[in-house]
């Protein structure tokens, strides 16, 4: 969802690389091109949605073609994402598209600026397979201009911060949404500070002094999410369906099934799909 190529190949690379994905099982769609394949939600084991500079609370008058084919797209995958539970991510734009799907208002009242962000694990999100025995409070790569009002409709609070709120919520049992980026790392963020100094999440005369404080930034937790969400719906890693699914998880019994939902569906399909 990127047009700035270098963005957009940075960060497909960095969700293989944190993730461990390997090239020739993964579809890549660069849905802010002219032309759009159809796709089957349902073809693959899992779909994942990163960053964009477009904004989803911006008057539509003002949104170009290719932004209101990104959300369009979106509105239509949704559609059949959330009817049949399958396995999303969708991090910092993806969580702004589904949550606005959802019935979330969008705006920039909890925007944050670009770098660290402290936030914490819900009740909740404890009981969830991918944050169980995480860290109660961890560090996260942030910076955006907009986020969820409140918690979307229908969706469970995983992860908060007094920064913004809604920083990581689910649907149903396997679509997911980070308002942090998991995939980020130092390298990553500096990157992108470059390539949208002018894009207005910064004064741009700031852009060498948060450069420096990337430098200092390591969050591991949240790569830890991105890893545990693609081991979780990965055909190859899907235990038999006599068995149920575990991450070294002591807070979620093994009786319980109500997270299995979905896994079995998706044991025939191999690839996952990058937007």
Known sequence: MRPEDAAAN??????????????????RVRLEQSSLPLIRPQDYCAIIAGG???DVSLDEKKKSASQK?????????FQQVVAEDIPFLGACSGNGLLGRFCGATISGKYSEEIGRAMVEITEEGSKDPLLADL???????????????????????????ETCPVQMFRVKQNIYATQFHPEAD???????????????????????ELIEKMKEIDTPVPKTILKRFIKRYCSEYILPADSFY???????????SSFTSGLQSNMSVSKIIIL
């Open 10 to 27: 940075s960060e497909f690379e960095a969700l293989l690389k944190v993730g461990d994905i390997p090239p020739e099982r993964v579809q």
């Open 135 to 161: 860290p109660k409070e961890f560090e996260a790569m942030v910076g955006h201009k907009e986020a969820c009002d409140e918690v979307p409709p229908g969706s469970i609070l995983l992860v908060s911060s």
């Open 52 to 54: 964009s500079p477009f």
């Open 69 to 77: 084919q990104v959300e369009n797209f979106f509105e239509d995958l």
């Open 246 to 256: 575990e991450l070294n998880d002591a807070n979620v019994s093994k009786t319980d």
């Open 186 to 208: 130092a390298d990553e963020f500096i990157l992108r500070i470059e390539i949208y100094k002018n894009f207005g999440y910064f004064a741009p005369e700031r852009a060498d």
